[in-house]
């Protein structure tokens, strides 16, 4: 598949996927969903890779939010088919990714852009990054599951403000609500998401893996997320990352997943 709106790298064994459509702040249209569902499919099958970035191009947007022009005619069936095919073919997708996707916020993370970034396992953002969801503004509320997983992770008071007032905060505010997890200067900004993504590839892959399905599962109501996270630990017994890591520790040497 040849990417038309993404750029596409890769930097030891971690993949960076660019939203290049810098002229509409990276907004979300139809052709970079199909693409990202590309990309992000290829990479979770690429062994070389152990994890992802998503930004956007230049400095000022990550993601302005969903194509506003594109779906201004919907009527309720266009939009129903619009967010369920968002869901999931991008946005689960991420998020029930075994490998880590991390998303480096260099700017406006707006409506799905905001969605976009709370889908990945991690966030880190730039200091001028402006994050919200404004659908109310439109008419709208937040339909890439900006609704939920916000209120997973800041908690549903300062999910409510966000959603009720469709107020950006700064990025500072983003950290203090645990909605990124590090701020950090532009030019560094990718650095920092290698070295994170590094760190986690110096790790089992198998055991990064089942971290995150047990951590989802909690997440998900119609799963038992301690059951869950009994069977995964289970599991990781009979594998050759856990002979490989219990090895490594006796030996007192560093393990090569
Ligand atoms: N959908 C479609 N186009 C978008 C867009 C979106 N979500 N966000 C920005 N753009 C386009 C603008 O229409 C403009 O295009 P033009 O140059 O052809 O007129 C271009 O990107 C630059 O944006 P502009 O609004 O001129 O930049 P700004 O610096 O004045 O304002 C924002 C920046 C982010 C505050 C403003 O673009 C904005 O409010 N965007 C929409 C955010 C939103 O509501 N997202 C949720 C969608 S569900």
Known sequence: MAFHQLLIRDEQSVRFITINREEKLNALNQTI??????????ALADSQVRGIVLTGAGEKAFVAGA???EFAAFDAAQGQRLASDGHRNVFDLIHHAGKPIL???NGYALGGGLELALACHLRIAVPNARLGLPEVTLGLIPGYGGTQRLTQLVG???????????DMITAERALEYGLVNAVVDQP????KALEILQTIASRSPNAVAAAIRAVNAGLDPSKNGFEVEIEEFSKCF???????????????????F
């Open 67 to 69: 194509d506003i022009a």
């Open 156 to 166: 549903r008071g300062r999910a409510l403000e966000l959603i009720l007032t469709a």
């Open 188 to 191: 560094v900004l990718l650095q």
């Open 238 to 256: 009979g594998t050759a990352d856990f002979a490989e890591g219990v090895s490594a520790f006796l030996a007192k040497r560093k393990p090569n």
């Open 33 to 42: 969903l199909a693409e990202l569902h590309g990309a992000l499919t290829k």
């Open 103 to 105: 998303a480096a916020i």
